[in-house]
């Protein structure tokens, strides 16, 4: 397939610097979509003789805030054509035909095999565009992985780009073929994307897989193996703050490519990080694609989880009132660390109807039962969807009600984020303990939500553990205290120590704000820092 020259234009120039993508020329070459110094978005094109596959498709948010916050989002309505005009997807043709509008030029999409999408975890960083993609390309990635896709997906109000594991079908208005509206849902069920795993479903996952999450009908494909995909490849778990992540490398003739996704080595599953590091190296890496999210950080200490317990334990027992626990959503390991943290205090753990519907997905995959313990706090809302309702019904006699913790609050933690703290107008605690065990503001917009955060805690008279509000120049900002959270990527010695252990011919870092740590840092191997849209064939990378 001849290389696809892309038309000159206001978006095309500027984001993929005019580039020609030679796709589907059958060499060893690799596209980098998002360029190195992005913070998430990961889209990475891979061919050779067998075949073609992206290693990750996911929402690149440092550009997405650029145009959008909150409320000014993409036009569900207008399906790829926002997306393609502000340079959040590459300019390719490989999205679903119900997105694609009558106004949409389709002479300056390139022409691009796919096989597969080699998906390396759940976060949506990495995997939050996957819901444009035509339904026949398949996506691989963990079990894991996948049941925790679908339960973020069942769970949610899943915009355009996020219907991942499955799609609710669009057409064009009638009067207007410019325009898209979402078919009926009792004449259209919602159709399946086709997973391979990367390791042989239970039957638990598949009744789950199979099993809609409200009233549309839902029309899946079957759970298969990851046995049969063109290029060879090899899967590695790793250690990160969401289950199921992985590291992927793919052998082509001019040596093996191998993507690390997000990783790091000072979790409880440091062991997986280190078995990858240790076989990726017995291998002849041509290029190594690392991420580098925490490369800037001069800190090399890393807290690990046990540290965060004991903390988090010392703060919640001092304490004679309510507790609030804040960590990322699907951090299933800081959850079970917060369980033990109840457990020793003699209080018990509160979580979410939605967070408990991710347990139970988690528990299709693996057969552990992490709601043992656990009470479900039941929110005041005028409607709840089906998977909701049966969550309920399923632990009834573990439901809280507000009222409930009113009445008692030195007998719970409630496992309340920032978009939770509307309850506590239910609550109404007189005073309390609240700990941050979560990541650090890194955009300017997350900033202005712990100003938000700092005023509900201020006003319901909370002590706050885990970060401070300090004036600078004039302005409020977030600063945050070490301790009370382990972070789900690696550090800079962390990202050195693999790089020279694994000693690729050429190192290409991704997913990092700071690409100058590894030109300054790495010794012996070439470093490529690639721009958006640029390819390299791997031939030449020797």
Not at 79 to 100: A, M, Q
Not at 188 to 200: D, I, N, S, V, Y
Not at 464 to 475: A, L, P, S, T, Y
Request: charged content about 25%; some cysteine.
């Amino acid at each position: 397939m001849a290389g696809v020259q892309i038309p000159a234009g206001p978006f095309f120039s500027l984001i993929f610097s005019n580039t020609v993508f030679d796709l589907g020329d059958e060499l060893s070459k690799l596209t980098i979509f998002d360029g190195a110094e992005s913070i998430g978005g990961n889209k990475v094109y891979l061919e050779d003789e067998h075949g073609a596959v992206f290693v990750d498709f996911g929402t690149n948010y440092k550009r997405m805030g650029l145009f959008f916050d909150e409320y000014l989002r993409p036009r569900s309505g207008r399906g790829i054509h926002d997306f393609l005009e502000l340079g959040l997807v590459p300019p390719l043709r490989i999205y679903r035909n119900d997105v694609i509008p009558l106004d949409l030029d389709l002479g300056r999409l390139g022409e691009c095999r796919v096989d597969a999408v080699f998906l390396s975890h759940a976060h949506m960083d990495h995997a939050g565009c996957i819901g444009l993609l035509e339904l026949e390309i398949p996506v691989v990635c963990t079990p894991y992985t996948a049941a925790i896709l679908k339960a973020i997906q069942d769970s949610g109000r899943t915009e355009l780009p996020n219907q991942i594991v499955y799609a609710v079908l669009r057409e064009r208005l009638q009067e207007d073929g410019r325009v898209f509206k979402s078919c009926h849902w009792k004449s259209m069920p919602a159709q399946g994307r086709e997973f391979l795993l990367t390791a042989r479903p239970s039957a638990k996952l598949e009744q789950f897989w199979e099993k809609p999450a409200g009233a549309r009908e839902l029309l899946t494909k079957p759970l298969r193996t990851a046995a049969h995909v063109p290029i060879p490849f090899k899967c590695w778990e790793v250690d990160h703050s969401i289950y199921g992540a992985a590291a992927f490398g793919f052998e082509t003739e001019d040596g093996w490519v191998i993507y690390t996704g997000d990783f790091r080595s000072h979790g409880k599953r440091q062991a997986e990080t280190k078995r990858f590091v240790r076989e990726a190296s017995s291998l002849d890496v041509a290029a190594l694609l690392i991420e580098g999210t925490r490369a800037s950080r001069e800190r090399a200490g890393e807290e690990s989880e046990e540290e965060v317990l004991h903390n988090s334990l010392e703060a919640v027992e001092k304490e004679k009132n309510l507790v609030i626990a804040d960590f990322q959503p699907r951090h299933i390991e800081r959850l079970e660390t917060f369980r033990k943290i109840a457990a020793e205090s003699g209080r018990s753990l509160v979580i979410t109807t939605r967070d408990a519907y991710l347990l139970e997905a988690v528990k299709s995959v693996d057969g552990v039962d992490r709601t043992r313990d656990v009470l479900i706090y039941q929110e005041l809302k005028e409607t709840k969807n089906t998977w909701e309702r049966n969550i309920l019904q399923k632990f009834e006699d573990r439901i809280v009600d507000p009222v409930d913790v009113a009445k008692n609050p030195d007998a719970y933690i409630l496992s309340f984020s920032f978009w939770d703290m509307k309850n506590l107008l239910d609550i109404k605690p007189k005073s309390g303990t609240y700990v941050y065990s979560s990541s650090e503001a890194f955009t300017e917009e997350a900033e202005f939500d712990f100003l938000r955060l700092w005023e509900w805690l201020k006003l319901f008279n909370f002590r706050v553990i885990g970060f401070e509000i300090r004036q600078v120049n004039g302005d409020l900002k977030p600063f945050f205290q070490p301790g009370y959270h382990a972070s789900g990527h690696a550090s800079g010695p962390e990202l050195l120590q693999v790089i020279e252990t694994i000693a690729p011919r050429v190192l290409i870092p991704i997913h990092t704000e700071n690409p100058e740590f590894f030109t300054k840092e790495v010794r012996g191997t070439k470093v490529l820092l690639p721009r958006n849209g640029q390819s390299f064939d791997l031939a030449k990378l020797k």
